[in-house]
């Protein structure tokens, strides 16, 4: 039960990559691939209004944002 039991880099080695699993797994229903969506597109315009917000607010800043004490 030393080092040499194990794999490289403590991986198992299961399925290769080209075999299918039998089971389809999880299988979303329209309306929540639709709400899924929804959120996606919540976020993803949460996060632009972030980065606006960032920018506008470092150019009223001026340089002097980076002109502070130590």
Known sequence: ???????AGGVSIGIAMSEKPDDEGIVLTEA???ARRSR????ALAL???VVLFYVMTLVKG???LIRPI
């Open 1 to 7: 039960m030393g080092r040499a039991d194990r794999p």
């Open 32 to 34: 929540q691939k639709r």
């Open 40 to 43: 996606s597109i919540a976020i």
């Open 48 to 50: 632009a209004a972030l």
């Open 63 to 65: 340089p002097g944002v």
